[in-house]
């Protein structure tokens, strides 16, 4: 935890919503959903200050520090930081699918005491955003000033202005791409393969059976690990180290298992399948006629950063994008992570963030308006 | 196969030589040691026409086509072709440690009925050099016109001509590094992992109780070819196309699996271990005083080949490498290969091989001197 004090104003740690039910984008019908989030400062009276954080991956609705526990964007959230918790009201919620706190795979289904496991439908990034819509309108929000997010959050950040126009103002979207790559499909192929074919799996439905597919998720958190990174990292940081006591095994070997063994405590295997298979299906394009189609539904400001030597969301790819975008009418800029740490600059360079997330939501007076 | 005919002149196929014992860099001794080796055309009266040709993690002593298989580098190999036989003695063997005709983990120890398995000891790329030494000797070879290689048989290539500066005149090292980096390592560790948590890994000794694992090969080998090849590649082969009749099993996953698949046919788990970790191990500064040292024992003309796109041997890691080859007072030029492939272009991108090492080859009259 990086601050002993929450100086976030009104702030609720982990409340949950919930919706009578959801119908998924496939056609799937969820009873009882609930939706874990948390909200930093205060709601102005015109319901127009609010911030939307979206989590990556394997995050969760704990976006800035609190609780004894370190948020996964707290330093760029308080008081006087890039998002300021003294202008605006901000929510993170976790993710449909995810297994921290809003129903996912390790959810318990309507009889409370079977988990869903394999029974838990495919879920997209889209049915991401549309579960949340409902719980920022209870909340009183009106309009979103902004809406951010990197890697897995990014491709929300992107969908949100498509799908919901009037509703959002700007999106700031980290390090993903408009459609994820064939690249992208590769790595998750086979770290579903990892975790599918351990034989703890079950299909799906380790949990009701009292089991857990350790080496499966290990393995697949090892292969990720790896994605976002750089080679350039890794030699610095481990170069040709071998452990002492095995002169053949290598440090980089001991720090990726050493990252997979402190997953394997956090995270559910099922909800992880879910998770990026929601990833594979990201595609703005899909079923409205294509990305300039996608693109012209949008009437937000956009930013969108793309990071040196990103493995999974190469620069080039999202340079590409931005022209796209440009070209079929959205305001968008791009601007550049430097950084050698490669996709995960998302989640560490925070000086970089606030020098480009700061100013960009600031482009308008908000003390002006309301309050 | 490509060729029906097979025109290499006096032409052996899969032959076996025998050393009576080898004791390895590590200190293991291994008795009975057998190489597998094919030779084409004819060696000259001086023996000094010859041509070794090393081969990959996944190869073996076929290169040239023949026997209605064809060979890694079957194009490069015939007469008037890059490694011309009617001018030179080509020699491929199998690495030690591998497992197509040479002493290695799938072999039977001295019983004769025992797989040595977990048995058989660390092996590094230099033993793979001595282990290839006498059978060179013995076929009457007095000094190498040139020794060739990409990949693990680059860093056999860089060997050579370190470990016996008097025997090789030309050495071609094509993406290969000085050093295995951490990013290799960080790979070699996942597919390692993937094959020993395999529950029919049995600590190696599968085969002595009729077990093999499959789901931990299939998985190494999908994390290998996603290593060997490009986003590009896969971009304009799979796209974001999905498998007719699951329209959330994508193209470039089935593909995966299908080369996962095949490779569980054709190559023994515990060899592959063994390999990638003589790769792990490749660092030709280790036990010399560094990289400068090794450097100066060589008195061969080197010809360094880079390819574009190479995940795990970047050209300007190559690059590096050669200038520092340069400033210990080496003969090398550095050449790039142009490729979408990415690393497995050098078993793909034959006539961009041909135009770099036909030249090299040829640098010197070989026709005056001998035959």
């Known amino acids: 935890m990086r601050n002993t004090q929450l100086p976030y104003g009104t702030t609720n740690l982990l409340h949950s919503f919930a919706l009578d039910h959801y119908e998924t984008e496939f056609g799937a019908r969820l009873d009882d959903v609930k939706v874990a989030y948390e909200t930093y400062g205060t709601l102005n009276s015109y319901g127009t200050n609010a911030i939307l954080l979206c ?6 609705a704990h976006a800035a520090d609190g609780n004894g526990r370190s948020g996964w964007w707290g330093p760029l959230i308080g008081p006087h930081r890039a998002i300021d918790t003294n202008r605006y009201f901000v929510v993170c919620t976790n993710v449909i699918g995810g297994c921290a ?10 009889d409370d005491v079977t988990v869903y496991g394999s029974h838990f439908p495919v879920i997209t990034i889209r049915d991401m955003v549309r579960v949340q819509f409902p719980l920022l309108k209870q909340l009183g929000i009106k309009k979103l000033h902004a809406v951010l997010g990197g890697s897995m959050g990014g491709m929300q950040a992107l969908e949100w202005p498509i799908i919901y126009p009037d509703f959002v103002e700007r999106a700031v979207v980290i390090a993903a791409n408009p459609a ?9 192929e086979v770290m579903r393969r990892a975790i599918v074919s351990d034989l703890n799996y079950l299909d799906g439905d380790y949990a009701n059976a009292g089991k857990f597919p350790e080496d499966g998720m290990r393995l697949a958190r090892m292969i990720g690990m790896i994605t976002y990174r750089t080679a350039q990292l890794f030699d610095e ?20 298992r050493h990252q997979g063994n402190k997953f394997m405590e956090r995270f559910d295997p099922e909800s992880y ?32 950063i793309g990071i040196r030597d990103d493995l999974l969301y190469p620069p080039k790819q999202i340079q590409l994008a931005v022209n796209e975008a440009k070209t079929s009418g959205v305001d968008v800029t791009y601007a550049e992570i430097d950084s050698v740490l490669g996709h995960d600059a998302f989640l560490l360079e925070f000086e970089q963030l606030t020098d480009l997330i700061d100013p960009f939501l600031h482009a308008e007076n908000l003390d002006e308006r309301a309050l």
Request: proline share 3%.
């Open 55 to 60: 989590h990556a991956l394997t995050g969760d």
């Open 101 to 110: 706190g809003t129903t996912g795979p390790a959810s318990k289904m309507s």
């Open 180 to 188: 994820f790559t064939a690249m992208g499909l590769a790595y998750n």
């Open 237 to 256: 940081r481990f170069g040709r180290q071998f452990t002492s006591g095995n002169s053949f095994d290598p440090e980089v070997g001991r720090y990726l």
């Open 273 to 304: 399948l879910t998770l990026i298979r929601a990833m594979d299906l990201h595609d703005i394009g899909r079923g409205r006629g294509g990305y300039h189609a996608a693109y012209q539904k949008i009437a937000a400001e956009l930013l969108w």
